[in-house]
């Protein structure tokens, strides 16, 4: 008798009974001469059979392929012909067994290697690697393995689109200059920017999986989303602090089909601190044009009610009308230039010229000022043709006077008349960038000013105090300053300390506009 066993231990076929007998028979892999065929690739046993109730002596053979091959035969026709004729018996068992060993492995080896090859190529399919169907076989596995072919041929373009879909939508989500987070039925973050970085507790490349209400750190924007569960799209203005710094936000909640949810924000916080900024700039420039039209309006009134007066008695106030005439135009060309700086709109043409000397020529304009009598100068600049500078000279020249001109104002403030002032100004070029010096003992600047100063109408001063003088300033000089060296991609820093002011101009020598 005959047994051929599956790695598992399953019956296969059996030379004594049929398909369907063979079929109800229990697993074998419990069976000794199976197991140790398993594990030491043959084994034998000699028991009762429940299937033939007789006694059997079992052999089994495991073969290359994994499968077991099993010989029975009945102890009592062994002893039986053993007694008669030994040695013709020993001879048929073993022709026969050859035979219905090479016969079983030929039968199993032209059933299963297709089997085989097709359970090798769905693994493959479905690992995403290039799978080989087998064309061997009968022909319902060879129709099995086509119609698998063609399955797997168009399960893989449909991956294909899908992950162009995916790598799309995150592109998409991604670049948005708006937060966009994609929520599915549950709740759960498909998709999030990093805009979104900020209201998350993760970061955004790890939040995909997560639920939401998990994530957000702002309970208004959990109860945004909340809403549109229920009520559909729904919108919600807010406010988040995060490090000290309050932001503001205009969030919407979308559905988009089958339960997903699109949330998109828009930070506002910089729109508001533009309406803000300009509101703050117009009352501004509405308070710095007031002082000299009342004045020009005074002058006019007082004019206008001196009919019979001389010219000479009409001369100081047309003078005053004359010179804050003057102030007017003065700040409205310093606030066209400031506009043109901030809107980077470039005022001339770059070309390369001498820093050092344009220094030198600023510090020799601002000794001649009247203000600087009694205030002693320290120059340190370089030799002419020695620091050469890519850039727009009239800007240059622009930031680097009105830092040279606010020194010589605060040191007069404190000093007035009497000596002991005090400023230097110096110049080094090494590297990538010039660094440019201005330095003063004045009044100062307040430490919670220091941030401030750059600003338009700022004053180191803090009051809008006029004394009248030509020099007196609109605080738009550092803000022009300040706009002039970024534009040229520098930088600008500032700091007092009893006493001693310090303002550092950086410059990148290599700069090309």
């Known amino acids: 008798r005959i047994t051929v066993i599956g790695p598992d231990g399953t019956v296969i076929a059996d030379s004594s009974l049929t398909p369907a007998e063979t079929g109800e028979l ?63 018996i020993f001879m048929s068992l073993l022709v026969a067994g050859g035979c219905a060993l090479f016969a079983g492995l030929i039968g199993a080896r032209r059933i299963t290697r297709p089997i085989v090859a097709l359970t090798a190529a769905a693994r493959a399919s479905r690992n995403g690697e290039k799978a080989s169907y087998p ?11 086509r119609t698998l072919a063609e399955s797997s041929k168009a399960q893989a373009r449909m991956m294909r689109d899908l992950d162009s879909e995916r790598s799309q939508l995150e592109t998409i989500v991604k670049s948005a200059p708006c937060g966009l987070m994609l929520l599915d039925a549950e709740g759960k973050i498909i998709c999030v920017n990093s805009v979104f970085s900020t209201l998350l507790r993760d970061a955004s490349a790890s939040a995909p999986g997560l639920r939401a209400e998990g994530e957000l750190r702002s309970p208004e924007l959990t109860r945004l989303i909340s809403e549109a569960r229920v009520s559909g799209t729904s919108q919600k203005n807010f406010t988040f602090r995060h ?57 006019a009134e007082l004019l206008a009610s001196m009919e019979d007066s001389t010219a000479e008695e009409r001369a100081p106030y047309i003078d005053e009308i004359m010179r804050q005439r003057e102030r007017m135009t003065m700040l409205v060309d310093d606030l066209l230039l400031l506009s043109r ?13 001498e820093l050092a000397e344009m220094c030198r020529s600023l510090a020799k304009e601002a000794m001649q000022n009247s203000l600087s009598a009694n205030i002693e ?25 009105n830092l040279l001109d606010n020194s010589v104002k605060y040191v007069r403030k404190r000093y007035e008349e009497a000596s002991g002032g005090k400023i230097s100004l110096s110049l080094r070029a ?35 105090y006029r004394d009248g003088r030509k020099n007196s300033g609109y605080g738009l000089g550092l803000a022009i300053a300040k706009h002039a060296v970024e534009s040229h991609g520098g930088r600008i820093d500032a700091s007092s300390s009893a006493g001693a002011t310090v303002f550092t101009v950086t410059l990148p020598r290599t700069f090309a506009y």
């Open 377 to 401: 100068w320290g120059v340190d600049l370089p030799d002419a043709g020695g620091v050469f500078f890519e850039g727009r000279p009239g800007e240059i020249k622009r930031a680097l006077s």
């Open 135 to 145: 064309t061997e076989g009968t022909v319902e596995i060879r129709e099995l393995s």
């Open 26 to 88: 229990d697993n074998h892999a419990g069976r000794p001469e199976v197991r140790d065929a398993m594990y030491g690739g043959s084994g034998m046993d000699r028991r009762y059979s429940e299937t033939t109730r007789e006694p059997y002596l079992y052999y089994a053979i495991a073969t290359d392929s994994g499968y077991i091959v099993r010989c029975s035969f009945p102890l009592v026709r062994f002893y039986r012909m053993m007694s008669s004729a030994r040695a013709n």
């Open 341 to 353: 700086l901030e809107s980077g709109i470039p005022t001339c043409e770059p070309e390369v010229f």
């Open 243 to 299: 490090e000290g710094i309050e932001a503001f936000y205009k969030a919407r909640a979308i559905p988009v089909g089958d339960g997903e949810l699109l949330v998109v924000i828009d930070d506002e916080t910089e729109r508001r601190r533009m309406d803000a900024a300009r509101k703050t700039f117009v009352a501004d420039a509405g308070h710095e044009f007031q002082t000299p039209l009342t004045t020009i309006s005074a002058a």
């Open 430 to 464: 090494g590297g990538e960038n010039c660094v440019l010096t201005i330095a003063d003992n004045g009044i100062g600047i307040p430490r919670d000013k220091l941030d401030v100063i750059f600003g338009r109408f700022e004053r180191a001063e803090g009051d809008r």
